[in-house]
C-alpha cells in the first residue's frame, strides 16, 4: 500500500471514533504516527499539533498538518479527507436515525453517554500531549490537570486556559 493509502485509512479510522472532535483522538493519532508507523517523532508531533492550533480554524487542522508533514500535498488531502468524509457520512446516517427514533425513550440516555467519552478522550489527549513534551518532569501534567479543573468548574473561556498554559511554558522553558 503506498504511503497516501496508509495516511488515507489511518485518518479514515481515527476519524470514526473520534467522539468530541480530532483532538479527542489524539492519544491514539500519537500512537499510531510515532509509535506505529514511525512517520513523526514525539518532538514534531508536539509541535505539529501545536501549530495547528495556533493557527485560525477547526481542530481538524492538526490532521492536515500531521499528512502534510508525512507526505506533502498528497498527504495533506489524504489526512483531510480520511478525518472528514468517513466522520460525515456516519454523522449524516446516525442523524436521519436519531430523527426517526426521537421519540425513544431510551435515546436522551444514549446520547448523554457520550459525555463522559468525549471528555475522557479530551483528557487523555491532554495527557498523551504533556508526555510527548519531554519537559520538567511532571509540571506538564500539572498543568493539563489544572486547565482541566478551571474548564470544568469556572465559566473562564478555555481560551484564558491555553494562555496560561503559553505563559507557563513560556516561564518554564526560557
Known amino acids: 500500500m503506498t504511503l497516501?493509502?496508509?495516511?488515507?485509512?489511518?485518518?479514515?479510522?481515527?476519524?470514526?471514533?473520534?467522539?468530541?472532535?480530532?483532538?479527542?483522538?489524539l492519544p491514539e493519532m500519537h500512537r499510531q504516527l510515532v509509535e506505529l508507523h514511525g512517520w513523526l517523532d514525539d518532538?514534531?508531533?508536539?509541535?505539529?499539533y501545536a501549530l495547528a492550533q495556533a493557527a485560525p480554524g477547526p481542530n481538524i487542522l492538526v490532521a492536515s498538518v500531521m499528512g502534510w508533514r508525512i507526505a506533502g500535498a498528497g498527504g495533506m488531502a489524504a489526512a483531510t479527507f480520511g478525518m472528514l468524509v468517513p466522520s460525515a457520512i456516519l454523522a449524516w446516517g446516525v442523524a436521519g436515525l436519531?430523527?426517526?427514533?426521537?421519540?425513544?425513550?431510551?435515546?436522551?440516555p444514549a446520547q448523554?453517554?457520550?459525555v463522559?467519552?468525549?471528555?475522557?478522550?479530551?483528557?487523555?489527549?491532554?495527557?498523551?500531549?504533556?508526555?510527548?513534551?519531554h519537559s520538567h518532569g511532571v509540571m506538564p501534567l500539572v498543568v493539563v490537570a489544572a486547565s482541566t479543573i478551571m474548564v470544568w468548574r469556572t465559566d473562564y473561556n478555555p481560551l484564558w486556559m491555553l494562555a496560561g498554559g503559553g505563559v507557563l511554558g513560556a516561564v518554564f522553558l526560557s
Open 116 to 133: 463522559p467519552v468525549a471528555i475522557g478522550l479530551i483528557l487523555a489527549a491532554g495527557i498523551t500531549m504533556a508526555q510527548a513534551s
Open 4 to 25: 497516501i493509502l496508509q495516511i488515507l485509512a489511518t485518518f479514515s479510522i481515527l476519524s470514526l471514533v473520534a467522539v468530541g472532535g480530532a483532538n479527542a483522538v
Open 43 to 48: 518532538a514534531t508531533f508536539s509541535q505539529l
Open 112 to 114: 448523554g453517554g457520550l
Open 98 to 108: 436519531t430523527h426517526r427514533l426521537r421519540g425513544a425513550p431510551w435515546l436522551k
